[in-house]
């Protein structure tokens, strides 16, 4: 292949080289005119006019400039993480050594669901302050109840009975201040209505419960460790149905990406993308890359993303717009760099244009400027031509 596309080359150039068309006779007005104007290809603009012979064009492929609606894409990178949303850390409201851990990382749990139990006098003291108030809850609604009884058969004064249910009132108050208590240590009303029924020694217990549905994705204690109220956290739980992907967008795709745009996530791991949704973009620029932060939400199946994986980004805007678009293999660049094509401007004519790129998508690009519809550009074979016209020069 190689050695077919050196021969091109060559032929090319030798054509070029070897015998110059006759020239025209220069006495003729026409030639004069000719000559005191410069070449000019179909779109009217200044250009170098070099023709390819008829063996050669067999080598080159042409295709037309085309109008197209175009969807911007940004391709950029990410790394996987647990979705905040539903994710949280299980932390104990007593302080206390674990007895018990019965849950462990990897382990699926539905809210309410214990993890671990903690030896705590705190539940100690709030048990024994939930039967004394139910104790005296329940003498103060018996003689309530007696006290009535005797008013009705008037051996009791209105005073004696007022004074009866304002006792009654204030036990009925300290019996759900105890209540209240118990359930924010975590204690269930069952477990409340079982201890009602106990007469035995106080339950030194308690038991920590799953926050929320989920997948127990770190477990930062150990048995026997002491544990803090309200400081130590003891189970990272997630819902890893869905996760978050932490992009980069750069300056000059901000504009393109809005709230809501599709996104294709690819990992080198998996041969199938994943799908999500963007839902936020940051508000400041970080100064040491460049970049801004964009968020995805994605969803997970089977938990085939992990944390902090890293993936290749696929953003897809919404908006569509007209476009001219040529294939990417027609476009080659200067000494500076600037990009350009090759235009037919006859049956075996060319002409060298300069061209403004946009986007690119796939094999086709974005031309902003330099092109028409329906003009026809090397798309295949445009090296050689440069490399004759260069020649030829």
């Known amino acids: 292949m190689r050695g077919s596309l050196l021969a091109v ?166 019996l759900q201040a105890a209540q209240q208590a118990l359930r924010v240590y975590g204690v269930t009303q069952a477990e409340i209505t079982d201890d009602e029924r106990q007469t035995g020694a106080l339950r030194a217990e308690l038991v920590m419960r799953a926050p929320l549905t989920g997948t127990v994705v770190q477990r930062l204690v150990l048995p026997g460790q002491v544990i803090q109220a309200g400081a130590t956290a003891a189970f990272v739980i997630s819902n890893t149905s869905t996760v978050w992907v932490q992009g980069h967008l750069y300056d000059k795709d901000l504009g393109a990406i809005r709230v809501g745009d599709t996104v294709d996530i690819r990992s080198a791991s998996y041969p199938d993308p994943f799908h999500g949704v963007v839902t936020y973009i940051g508000d400041m620029i970080d100064p040491a890359t460049r970049t801004t932060p964009v968020r995805i939400v994605t969803d997970n199946p089977h938990g085939l993303l992990k944390k902090d994986l890293f993936v290749d980004v696929v953003i897809h805007d919404r908006a569509t717009r007209d476009a001219l678009v040529v294939p990417t293999a027609a476009v080659l660049y200067d000494e500076q760099n600037f990009p350009f094509v090759y235009v037919r401007a006859g049956q075996d004519q060319f002409a060298e244009r300069k061209i403004s790129l946009g986007a690119q998508r796939d094999d086709t690009t974005e031309v902003t400027s330099g092109l028409k519809a329906g003009e026809a550009v090397v798309s295949q074979g445009s090296v050689f031509l440069q490399f004759a016209n260069t020649y030829q020069q």
């Open 9 to 174: 080359a060559v032929a090319i150039v030798s054509s070029a080289c070897s015998s110059p068309p006759p020239a025209a006779s220069t006495d003729s007005p026409a030639a004069k005119a000719a000559a005191a104007a410069p070449a000019r290809d179909v779109a009217g603009s200044r250009a170098t006019l070099f023709s390819v012979s008829p063996e050669q064009l067999s080598h080159l492929q042409v295709a037309p400039v085309a109008r197209t609606t175009w969807t911007t894409i940004v391709r950029t990178t990410g790394t996987v993480d647990w979705d905040n949303e539903h994710t949280t850390q299980a932390i104990t409201q007593v302080s206390g050594p674990i007895v018990r851990i019965v849950a462990d990382a990897g382990a699926h749990v539905k809210a309410g669901d214990p993890l671990l139990y903690v030896a705590s006098p705190d539940v100690t003291n709030a048990l024994a302050a939930y039967r004394k108030a139910k104790n005296r809850y329940d003498l103060a609604d018996r003689s309530l109840a007696r006290n009535r009884d005797l008013l009705a058969h008037k051996a009791l004064s209105q005073r004696d009975l007022e004074s009866a249910e304002a006792d009654f009132n204030d036990a009925a108050t300290d």
